[in-house]
């Protein structure tokens, strides 16, 4: 799927010039939008911390002012006491004026250290406590209700301090149902020596503490909650936490750092605000202690409260942007293909055209813009395609007409040089095979051979460059020779006379080489004459010359010099044309002399054809397959005696 | 009044007042003076009738309803109980009818109990019958409240029940010449939280969850298991009076077995034996979690194994009869000693 979407933006223009285009748009607005909602949020967020901490301050402001008042009754009666600590029955009067002056307590103790007053005994703790409006007032401490032992009156007498206890349920056993949450101001008493002798404590219902704290509701699902000292829950509104749960209860069994920090936190007596998940749900909580309670009061608002308008316009504007997006992708796409149209039509009559119908006429709709010119420049193209083709026929034509004249060529200017073997059927005496091969369909290298008076005329000559003109050359030479060497000349006048012919009249500056030679069959005398031809190979060696000569048809008044050998009966003669020790492989890399020189080593045992077919063979093996790059023409003799 | 009458008395006072305490209920005292002093009378009276359910099986558990009484609820809702052909009612304790009082008025026919705690009685001339030993590990330990090993805590606050249970840790402290600052309390945690003592004593299934539960970074470092120094005495077992014992063999037996076979399904189904805790919890209004109760299961029936053969044993060691019996007498605890003879059902 992904690389068929890839694969069809590959293919189209207007989808890849759509998607440019649309990248670059959701980019700058992207930028622009993260930049808005950014400071918005943030904007949002320190409205939502000035908001939750106002209300926040105002609630503990409010429960602390209550709160003073049970500590400023429990100080005034401590004060009290300490100046009447010997009229123990005025403890009674003291606890139930704590009372009646606040009827809002719901009780207050005076209780002594075991036998402080040894009249009374072991337990003296004068309590009232109101029933239902009604003040009752005792003596609270007996051996089944050790006061001592209790928080209340433990923890301010180790602390030896004024403290707030951890909020209880009282209930009545009578009627386990009927739960009130209390909470004590215990105030430790000591004598004029600094002495601990007892605890006033004056006992609050926290019915309308928690009512207070519930109410603070800055946004409609944020709830408010106390925590005590030791974290547990005593304002919450779910029920099955309060009381029963700490903050850090469900951390036992799922650990959750956040929460268990923010505890630590609230439990130091810390304010601010954290951001954490509550029940799943991603909340800010903004927690600040409750006096000097030790309680810590926290309001915790789910994100989705705070931000809730905020993420709506968010969705919405990102909805429409995505929405213009596409719209915008859709137009851009619509109007580039429809100012392509013209190219797609091109690109359709280009391949009709490319494949081969030259006669579809390209569309003009007569526009002047790039795709106008593009189409005017296609129909120029087109044109000259057609000529160019038709031109292309024409050659084409011609040249199988040339190829055509050029193998009949071929065959007659094989047919000038003997090419009948054995060449001399009726004479045992002589052992002759030769062999041409044009580099192209014509060469300029020949041979020729015939015998006259009992004597053996040869020759092998290669004309300068290749090709139609060359094989030419070649015709006009071999005539030549036939005709001069049948009038019975030597090798240097034979030589003499096809030079000045050649010479006369050759603008073309042509010229070639040959090694002319005349045996005499009955004593083996060689005339010979080398006109800047290859050195001939007699018996596996190169024959020493003296005199190399000019090739024939260079300059017409210059002296040739002929030389001979006494008999040659019985050797070895080969002539050959540079096609041999100059033949190149791919890597232009020539055979050589000392290789032709090698390949003639040992060959004394095979007849003239042996070796010439030897040769030819090395010269394929040599080239490796590579073209031949010049014509190749080799003649082997030998005279018997 | 005979010796271990009053005995009985002091014990039961010293559990009714803890019962009180527990409920920190300020305000309704007076009732419960007024109950105490009627069942005082009672007791004084000592009706040895079955003044409740004539043919039934009171079981009175040590402490309010939690998982450290599972096995007899699973018993009792699995009908283990029934199929033993019994028919028992499981009481929990008030404060104005703790299980001692109930057991010595014979309105319950047993109670849980730490070995401790059972020895001393009767070494107050009570005599009980261990009828059924869950316990095979003892689960007291010291927190440190400042992160220390308690034993290097010499001379400091340590806080201790004001109802008991303690008799280990005093033994210890002699032993171990701490010279700790005893602060006895209706209830330590909240002692211990407001940092009012240096160290307190807890049970590894009980208040150490409680101090967890209040967000103290309590750890190894700072936790003394006495289980693991040498103190490793047994803690809970069913017990009765051996006059009701000699009467009820077979009914005492029938008991215990069906108890055993009830913590056994327990540590079998854990989480249907804490949908029964809660059961138990709610309807007895207990201040407490799911997560706690939780906790406290799976530490009550870690406790139950025996470290050496890795089995629940449910069984009396003699060895740790004799440990604990050495370490009191040592400590001047008991006046006599206490021997395995004494506590087991013959």
């Known amino acids: 799927m992904k690389l068929r979407v890839i694969s069809l933006i590959k293919k189209s223009l207007p989808l890849r010039l759509s998607l440019l285009v649309v990248i670059f748009a959701a980019i700058v607005l992207i930028a622009a939008l993260g930049f808005m909602f950014g400071v918005s949020r943030q904007a949002i967020r320190q409205e939502a911390i000035n908001r939750a901490t106002d209300q926040l301050d105002n609630t503990i402001q409010r429960v602390t002012n209550i709160l003073d008042k049970v500590e400023v009754s429990a100080n005034s009666t401590e004060w009290l006491v300490r100046r009447h600590l010997n009229f123990p029955d005025s403890m009674f009067v003291y606890s139930h004026q704590v009372l009646e002056n606040n009827p809002d307590l719901n009780g207050c103790s005076i209780a002594f250290e075991p036998y402080y007053y040894p009249e009374r005994g072991r337990y003296f703790s004068a309590y009232s406590f109101n029933d239902n409006g009604k003040i009752l007032t005792t003596q609270e401490g007996n051996e089944h209700y050790e006061y001592f032992y209790l928080d209340w009156y433990q923890l301010c007498k180790l602390l030896d301090c004024p403290i707030w206890t951890e909020p209880f349920l009282d209930y009545n056993p009578d009627d386990i149902n009927s739960e009130e949450m209390i909470a004590s101001y215990c105030k430790p008493m000591k004598n004029e020596n600094g002495e601990y002798i007892g605890t006033v404590s004056v006992d609050i219902s926290l019915g309308w503490l928690s009512k207070i704290i519930s109410a603070v509701k800055p946004y409609p699902n944020s709830y408010s909650m106390m925590i005590g000292q030791g974290g547990t829950y005593f304002v919450h509104p779910d029920t099955n936490k309060l009381v029963y749960q700490s903050i850090f209860t469900e951390s036992m069994d799922h650990p959750d750092s956040a929460m268990v920090e923010l505890g630590h936190a609230m439990q130091r007596g810390e304010h601010g605000m954290r951001q954490l998940k509550v029940d799943n749900e991603d909340c800010y909580v903004f927690f600040k202690p409750l006096g000097s309670t030790g309680w810590s009061v926290a309001i915790v608002c789910p994100e989705s409260d705070i931000f809730g308008s905020f993420n709506k316009l968010r969705r919405t504007v990102t909805g429409t942007v995505f929405g213009g997006l596409l719209l915008l992708m859709l137009v851009c796409s619509l109007s580039i293909r429809h100012e392509l149209k013209p190219l797609t039509h091109l690109a359709l009559q280009a391949e009709t055209i490319a494949s081969g119908d030259f006669s579809k006429t390209l569309p003009h709709d007569g526009r002047s813009d790039e795709v106008g010119r593009l189409s005017e420049s296609f129909t120029n193209m087109q044109h000259s395609l057609v000529n160019y083709i038709e031109e292309l026929k024409d050659t084409t034509t011609q040249k199988a007409s040339i190829e055509r004249e050029l193998k009949v060529a071929s065959e007659i200017q094989m047919s000038m040089v003997p090419r009948m073997f054995p060449a001399f059927p009726s004479r045992k005496d002589i052992d002759l095979y030769a062999s041409i091969s044009p580099a192209k369909e014509v060469g300029g290298d020949l041979y020729d051979f015939f015998i006259q008076d009992e004597k053996l005329n040869f020759c092998v000559g290669d004309v300068s460059g290749k090709g139609v003109p060359a094989s030419l050359f070649m015709a006009v030479t071999r005539n030549l020779f036939r005709i001069v060497a049948q009038q019975g000349h030597a090798p240097v006048e034979i030589a003499n006379q096809i030079n000045t012919i050649l010479a006369k009249d050759n603008d073309q500056a042509m010229f070639v080489t040959m090694f002319i030679g005349k045996v005499d069959l009955r004593t083996g005398h060689l005339d010979y004459c080398d006109c800047g031809h290859n050195a001939p190979v007699i018996d596996g060696q190169f024959l020493d010359m003296k005199h190399h000569n000019q090739p024939l048809g260079l300059i017409e008044d210059v002296p040739f010099y002929g030389e001979s050998m006494e008999n040659i009966k019985g050797k070895q003669i080969l002539l050959y044309t540079d096609g041999l020790n100059e033949a190149e492989n791919s890597n232009q890399e020539i055979l050589g002399n000392e290789r032709l020189i090698e390949l003639m080593q040992g060959v004394q045992s095979m007849d003239a054809r042996q070796v010439v077919d030897m040769l030819a063979a090395a010269v394929e093996e040599h080239r490796a397959g590579a073209e031949p790059n010049d014509d190749l023409t080799l003649l082997c003799l030998r005279v018997e005696g | ?346």
């Not at chain 2, 558990?61 to 096995?71: I, L, S």
């Not at chain 2, 303690?166 to 033994?171: I, N, P, R, V």
């Not at chain 2, 009914?251 to 079998?268: L, Y």
């Not at chain 2, 001047?332 to 206490?338: F, G, Q, R, Y």
């Open chain 2, 1 to 346: 009044m005979p010796l271990y009458l009053k005995a009985v008395s002091v014990i039961i006072l010293i559990q009714d007042l803890m019962l009180c305490n527990k409920m920190n209920t300020r305000s309704n005292w007076i009732s419960c003076s007024r109950i105490r002093s009627i069942y005082i009378f009672f007791l004084l009276l000592l009706v040895s009738v079955n003044v409740q359910g004539q043919g039934k099986f009171i079981f009175t558990p040590q402490w309010t309803a939690q998982a450290q009484f599972a096995g007899y609820y699973v018993a009792l809702e699995k009908g283990f109980y029934k199929e033993a052909g019994l028919s028992v009612e499981i009481v929990h304790p008030s404060p104005t009818q703790p299980a001692l009082k109930r057991i010595c008025e014979n309105q319950s026919h047993a109670t849980t109990l730490q070995l401790c705690q059972a020895m001393e009685i009767i070494d107050e001339g009570v005599e009980l019958v261990n009828i059924l030993q869950t316990s095979m590990n003892n689960a007291m330990v010291i927190v440190s409240r400042r992160g220390v090993n308690p034993l290097t805590q010499k001379g400091e606050r340590v806080g201790i029940w004001s109802a008991g249970f303690g008799q280990l840790a005093k033994c210890m402290n002699i032993k171990e010449k701490l010279n700790y600052q005893w602060i006895p309390s209706a209830t330590n945690v909240n002692l211990f939280v407001a940092g009012a003592v240096d160290a307190t004593l807890a049970m590894s299934y009980n208040e150490y969850y409680q101090l967890v539960q209040t967000g103290l970074p309590v750890n190894e470092k700072c936790v003394y298991r006495f289980c693991d120094h040498g103190y490793n005495v047994q803690e809970d077992g069913v017990y009765m009076t051996r006059e009701y014992y000699e009467k009820h063999r077979a009914e005492a037996k029938k008991f215990a077995q069906a108890s055993r076979r009830g913590w056994e399904w327990a540590a079998a189904h854990p989480e249907e034996t804490l949908d029964i805790v809660m059961k138990y919890v709610h309807d007895n209004q207990i201040v407490t979690n799911r997560i706690l109760q939780k906790l406290m299961l799976e530490e009550i029936l870690r406790l139950q194994i025996n470290r050496e053969s890795g089995k629940r044993e449910f069984r009396l060691r003699p060895d740790m009869v004799k440990r604990a019996s050495d370490l009191m007498l040592e400590c001047k605890l008991l006046k006599h000693e206490v021997t395995y003879e004494q506590l087991i059902a013959k």
